[in-house]
């Protein structure tokens, strides 16, 4: 069994800041790519960060410089620091991690059960 755990969501008002984590457990042998993505009511999950176990980032145009995606490899998670939050940041927020179980199995994506992000205006 694999889990994708969160924590760190909430209610803020526009302009402040929230850290989500998302811990990695189970038969878990190594992970690619952990990101951050988000569903707002009544629109697509859309991606927010990625980081590669190298350190490589990316993030979706809306978030860049104000959004920080880490990761602790040793720890299996990964965070999210949000600054200057805006109202149209508000959604549900999940953790995605592309990782194998075994040598010999092949990586596939795993999902935790999403957090959410109320920022009021």
């Known amino acids: 069994q694999v889990q994708l755990v969160e924590s760190g969501g909430g209610l803020v008002q526009a302009g402040g800041s929230l850290r989500l984590s998302c811990a990695a457990s189970?038969?878990?042998?190594?992970?690619?790519?952990m990101g951050w993505y988000r569903q707002a009511p009544g629109k697509q999950r859309e991606l927010v960060a990625t980081i590669t176990s190298g350190g490589r980032t990316n993030y979706a145009d809306s978030v860049k410089g104000r959004f920080t995606i880490s990761r602790d490899n040793a720890e299996k998670t990964v965070y999210l620091q949000m600054n200057s939050l805006k109202p149209e940041d508000t959604a549900v927020y999940y953790c995605n991690a592309d990782l194998r179980r075994s040598y010999y199995s092949a990586y596939a994506d795993y999902w935790g059960q999403g957090t959410q992000v109320t920022v009021s205006s």
């Open positions: 189970g038969s878990i042998f190594s992970i690619n790519v």
